[in-house]
């Protein structure tokens, strides 16, 4: 058994893919049209293009509990997900040039580094650095 795509919900898919693309740096793989006007539309790390997709998922706009589920995690503060990366101090600068805002700046925890932003499209997104 292996992971090969994760979802993230999105309400607005094109605006998610820019944030997505344009700013986090991830490639995009997949756009399919599905009924509706949705479209699978599914990403892959610069840095690990073989690695899992990340499905870009209109839930939130189609189900009410996801919705529901999103906002509850947003107003919470709890990250959606992670994404490791080698540096947070050097993500959290090079993020904050380009207007991402953070909820929680770089802060060290055992044997972690965390950081938190908001991906503009109803989700807090946790950077991870292993120390």
Known sequence: MKLTLISIPVRDQEKALRFYTEKLGFIKKLDTPMDGGNRWLTLVSAEWQDGPELLLEPAPNHFEPSKVFQDALMKAGI?????DVDNVDAEYERLTKMEVEFSV???????????????????NIQLVEKL
């Open 79 to 83: 990250p959606w997900t992670q994404f």
């Open 105 to 123: 700046k770089p802060t060290q925890m055992g044997t972690v580094k965390f950081a938190v932003f908001n991906d503009t499209c109803g989700n």
